[in-house]
């Protein structure tokens, strides 16, 4: 006979023990504390046993924790599970971060926006301020001329008053009346300089010849008479005015 072959030699327990060898060598962290514990199962198991349990149990929590045994299904799951939370972590800050940084941008657009709106506005009503006080200073300008060409017709026509000194007086009020009168055509509105242009020629009419009634007071025939132009200069350039204002 010849020599037995290594399956002939085999025991009737050693294809038990090879395939119990062979599942080991391939069970996971969790696996092989299950299959310690159910071979403790039924008595008290001893204290190396017990550390065996342990550390395998410590070795299981640490493959889970840190995704070491790439081969289990359940670590691969905690892994990617831990992945996809960091990922929707990160993308939810990278969100917040886009969206707070065009929020501020925009907040900034509309603030400047505004502020140039406002400074426009500003300086609009400015400017008109600017015109009117221009405005309104020629027109007292042209009142003052005129007040002065009443006093003037007064002394001639109410005291008697004939001198050449009374002429020169006369004469240099209706030039500066007139220069008045034109420098309101050159700023202001048609309507405005019509009034002024009537005053001014009731008020040359009044100095040069008196006026039609010369029913004594003369003084007051001179008011009368030079009243209803004042009146309606006074009406449109107040009228005027209060439109440059808005």
């Given at each position: 006979m010849g020599a037995p072959s290594p399956i002939e030699r085999m025991?009737?327990?050693s294809g038990r023990v090879i395939l119990e060898a062979a599942a080991t060598a391939t069970e996971t962290p969790r696996g092989r504390v299950a299959?310690?514990?159910r071979q403790a199962g039924g008595w008290p198991p001893d204290s190396v046993r017990v550390a065996e349990l342990s550390d395998?149990?410590?070795s299981a929590t640490a493959a889970d924790a840190g995704c070491l045994d790439s081969g289990s299904p359940s670590s691969g799951q905690g892994c990617g599970m831990q992945?996809?939370?960091e990922m929707i972590t990160?993308?939810?800050s990278l969100l917040v971060g886009v969206v707070a940084g065009g929020s501020a941008l925009l907040g900034q657009r509309l603030t400047l926006r505004n502020t140039e709106r406002a400074?426009?506005?500003r300086?609009?009503?400015?400017?008109a301020e600017t015109r009117r006080q221009e405005r309104l200073a020629h027109v007292l300008a042209f009142l003052e001329a005129v007040q002065a060409a009443e006093r003037i017709a007064v002394d001639r026509h109410h005291h008697g008053v004939d001198d050449e000194q009374w002429q020169a007086r006369a004469n240099a009020m209706i030039d500066r009346l007139w220069v008045l009168q034109k420098t309101l055509h050159l700023l202001c509105d048609e309507e405005l300089n019509d009034a002024a242009r009537l005053l001014a020629f009731a008020v040359r009419d009044l100095v040069r010849d008196g006026p039609k009634d010369r029913t004594p007071p003369v003084e007051t025939r001179i008011w009368e008479e030079i009243g209803p132009s004042r009146r309606v200069f006074l009406d449109v350039a107040h009228l005027h005015l209060r439109e440059l204002t808005g």
């Open positions: 025991t009737p327990g299959r310690v514990a395998l149990r410590q992945l996809s939370s990160a993308s939810a400074e426009v506005r300086s609009a009503l400015a400017l």
